[in-house]
Structures are given as structure tokens and as C-alpha cells.
């Protein structure tokens, strides 16, 4: 069945660190990808999302590209902020429209000043 | 805009008692979905509605849980009687098929303490 695998963390950086979250996939078809975030005490939020390969989703300085012949979806920012500590999810949706996602195991990263 | 509002935030109840969990999803949004969210983990879909009809119920424990969504709106997740391992934090998320791409907006989600 289709799963993700994102890179165990915790992560832990300096502010204005390079931030690179790792994320590969295993699906039949061609999935959609997501990058979702969970800040302390609140829902999940998509913060970024590509549905074919070689698309480039970007979102607060945040980018992850499709790539089909490694299947990952790995997520970098240049430099992170403080305020960029939270859970990040990498998931796949294996049906265009509003269907079933499934979800990596999260990585907590934590930035400090 | 209102986002997916669910109720209680937070409930504890000892084993062998019922609960239910309250969602309500973003207005005009007709796909709903539950989803368990066991600590450290992703969220797993329990049960997707469109509209009313539950179109995917397959990873929920039907002995124990039971859903519904009465007039393709709010939703309820009900579990009876919980057990220890149903303590986790249950997520709603809602969308809109034919808007938005494939986009789920999440509530804030229930954290459960079975004890």
C-alpha cells in the first residue's frame, strides 16, 4: 500500500539555519504531495503541496519539489525564524480530488534563538 | 471564515465508558473526515463522509466505534466503550471537492486519556 517515510527527528537548529526535512514515498499512480505543519496547540495546516512531479510547491520561505525518480518530497527553507518551530507532516493523497491522505510520522523540529 | 471547530478539546474518562466527539466543518465543505492521531505519529483516516454517506469507513474498529453525520454537516464520533489504547488525539478535517483542489483543513482535534 502507499506509505511515507520522513526523516526521524527531533531537529534542532540555530535561527537563520539552513532547514532540510527528508521525506520519500511508496505509491501506485501518481500521488499528490503535501508538507502539513502543526504548531503547539493547534490543527494541522497545509503549508505547501505539489501534484505532479517536477512542480515545485513554496509557501513562508518554505520549498519541496516532486521528484518521481526518487520519489521524495524532501522540505528546505534557507533560514529558518524562531517562529518556525513546530511538527511537520510530509503526506500523499493517491486520488486527484478530496480524498485519502496519508501521513509520515512527523518531525518536530525546534529553532532556537 | 470559520475554521473546523470541534468539541471537547480535551476529555478524560476512565475505561469501559463512552465518549463522543463533536465536529463541525467549514461551511459549504462536504467531505468530512475523522482521523486518529496516536502520539509521535501522523493521523490515520477513520472515516470519510460525502455528505452523509460514509464512502470510506474501512480502518474504523466498528466493535467499539460508530460515526455519523446527520444532515451532511456536523459529526459525531462516538467509542463504547473506550479502552486504554483509544487514548490519542482525534482529528476532523473538511473540504470542499469541487473547490480548492485536495486541500483538508483540520480542526484543532480531541485529545482523549483513557484511564
Known amino acids: 500500500g502507499n506509505s511515507v517515510t520522513q526523516m526521524e527527528g527531533p531537529v534542532t537548529l540555530s535561527e537563520e539555519a539552513f532547514l532540510t526535512i527528508n521525506c520519500t514515498y511508496t505509491?501506485?499512480?501518481?500521488?499528490?504531495l503535501f508538507w502539513y505543519v502543526q504548531y503547539p496547540g493547534e490543527g494541522l495546516q497545509l503549508l505547501l503541496k505539489?501534484?505532479?512531479?517536477?512542480d515545485k510547491g513554496s509557501n513562508k520561505g518554505f520549498e519541496a519539489t516532486y521528484r518521481k525518480e526518487t520519489t521524495s518530497f524532501h522540505l528546505e527553507k534557507g533560514s529558518v525564524q524562531v517562529s518556525d518551530s513546530a511538527v511537520y507532516f510530509c503526506?500523499?493523497?493517491?486520488?486527484?480530488?478530496?480524498?485519502?491522505?496519508?501521513f509520515g510520522q512527523g518531525t518536530r523540529l525546534t529553532i532556537n534563538p | 471564515e470559520a475554521g473546523v471547530v470541534q468539541s471537547p478539546r480535551y476529555k478524560i474518562i476512565e475505561k469501559k465508558q463512552p465518549v463522543a466527539f463533536w465536529c463541525n466543518p467549514i461551511?459549504?465543505?462536504?467531505?468530512l473526515y475523522w482521523y486518529l492521531q496516536n502520539l509521535g505519529q501522523g493521523p490515520e483516516l477513520l472515516i470519510r463522509?460525502?455528505?452523509?454517506?460514509?464512502?470510506?469507513d474501512s480502518q474504523l474498529p466498528k466493535d467499539r466505534f460508530s460515526a455519523e453525520r446527520l444532515k451532511g454537516v456536523d459529526s459525531t464520533l462516538k467509542i463504547q466503550p473506550a479502552e486504554l489504547g483509544d487514548s490519542a488525539v482525534y482529528l476532523c478535517?473538511?473540504?470542499?471537492?469541487?473547490?480548492?483542489?485536495?486541500?483538508?483543513?483540520f480542526g484543532p482535534g480531541t485529545r482523549l486519556t483513557v484511564l
Open positions: 478535517a473538511s473540504s470542499h471537492r469541487l473547490a480548492g483542489g485536495n486541500e483538508q483543513f
Open positions: 463522509y460525502e455528505n452523509e454517506e460514509a464512502v470510506d
Open positions: 461551511s459549504g465543505h462536504n467531505t
Open positions: 505539489a501534484t505532479k512531479a517536477d
Open positions: 503526506a500523499l493523497s493517491d486520488l486527484q480530488g478530496a480524498q485519502k491522505l496519508v
Open positions: 505509491a501506485t499512480g501518481y500521488p499528490s
